[in-house]
């Protein structure tokens, strides 16, 4: 039996990356890596027959997502991963992260003010934690994301290392004047 090669062809939420070996009855399976970040060998037939759309993370029928998100009761790491992803989509911004990347801290490791989740509020508090980008340009990427508060983040904004030194400085300065 011949392999067609469907070497990184997407198959609902998965890419085919490689062939992972044969079953007993001589199937072909792909190691196949999905929009989650996990990889799960498929059977090529589970693929081109749409029997098989994501590593297990999707399930229509319960709404479950990796333990994260439950008939609306998404956890604060989960709702923080699915907006990047819907923000990098958007302007095009690399994203490689997954859910396991978004480590939420009881504090605002820039600030030191409490993170606390503002469910349901339109406008997002000080202390409401968001998702960073320390250096922008490098988008949502592995060792490139920490969660700080919304007002540290309102802060930094997209602003360099520099820019924001000067910031500092000139407000110091400009402070001295008027004391």
């Not at 011949?2 to 998965?14: A, E």
């Not at 360099?160 to 008027?178: D, G, H, Y």
Request: glycine share 8%.
């Amino acid at each position: 039996m011949k392999m067609k090669d469907i070497t990184d062809q997407r198959f609902g939420k998965l890419i085919a990356k490689w062939p992972a070996g044969r079953n007993k009855s001589g199937a072909i399976y792909w190691l196949c890596v999905c929009d989650c970040g996990n990889t799960k060998p498929i059977s090529t037939n589970a693929l081109q027959s749409g029997g098989t759309v994501s590593c297990g993370c999707y399930r229509k029928t319960r709404g479950i997502t990796h333990g994260q998100s439950c008939r609306g009761k998404e956890t604060v790491a989960y709702k923080l991963w699915t907006l990047a992803k819907y923000r990098a989509k958007e302007f095009s911004i690399p994203f490689n992260i997954t859910i396991e990347d978004i480590i939420v801290p009881l504090r605002c490791p820039l600030l030191n003010i409490p993170l606390k989740s503002n469910r349901g509020g339109k406008v997002l508090a000080a202390g409401s934690p968001t998702l960073d980008r320390v250096i922008p340009s490098i988008g949502y990427t592995k060792g490139n994301v920490w969660v700080i508060s919304a007002k540290a983040n309102r802060i930094k904004s997209d602003l360099t290392l520099s820019e924001l030194e000067n910031f500092v400085n000139n407000l110091k300065r400009q402070i001295e004047r008027a004391v």
